[in-house]
């Protein structure tokens, strides 16, 4: 998909815990090493991340919440800082999303993606998924949400990492299915 590494930024402010750096780069291993849960390579690519370092950089999506009589609130994605792109962070966000994804692609490249994460929810940041109990798997949602990063969409099917639901210790959404 990509000829260069994919280079990109933490934003640490607002995070549930400091081993979260540890979960979204293990997201990132999961789409560079193509392969499923079977370790089957199910994408054959040239994906390559590239952490960058921690910043203060505000990644590029804003939120709205609903004005009155409208159902949903809603994101406006702009890049705060032309020098920064890429900025993976935390966000108060929609109570119906887990992470609000923007990128922008031309020609099978991509110039700029951002990545947010809902502050305020029950995360489980922990490696060992038998200890979850009624949270949300991060390594699962940064799995879907650079999933987006690189153009995919969401899919209704549980086995799936890109399934548009993200239910109570969703361990599937780690590793990639064969879809």
């Avoid at 934003?11 to 990132?28: C, D």
């Avoid at 370790?39 to 952490?51: D, E, K, L």
């Avoid at 032309?82 to 929609?94: A, D, E, M, R, T």
Wanted: aromatic share 16%; net charge negative.
């Amino acid at each position: 998909i990509r000829d260069r590494p994919f280079a990109w930024w933490y934003n640490p402010e607002g995070q549930p815990a400091t081993n979260s750096i540890y979960r979204i780069g293990e997201a990132f291993q999961t789409w560079t090493a193509g392969k499923n849960r079977c370790n089957a390579t199910v994408i054959p690519n040239s994906y390559v991340s590239t952490y960058m370092g921690s910043t203060t950089k505000q990644a590029a999506v804003q939120y709205y919440p609903a004005y009155k009589g409208a159902k949903f609130g809603t994101y406006h994605c702009g890049l705060p800082d032309p020098k920064f792109k890429n900025v993976i962070g935390w966000l108060l966000i929609s109570e119906l999303d887990l992470g609000v994804t923007c990128t922008e692609h031309s020609n099978q490249d991509i110039w700029e993606s951002s990545v947010v994460f809902k502050t305020f929810e029950s995360w489980y940041t922990t490696f060992d998924p038998s200890m979850c109990f009624g949270q949300k798997d991060l390594k699962a949602t940064a799995t879907h949400e650079i999933g987006h990063t690189l153009g995919l969409d969401e899919f209704n099917n549980a086995s799936q990492s890109m399934y548009l639901y993200g239910p109570d210790c969703f361990m599937n959404g780690r590793g990639l299915g064969y879809g």
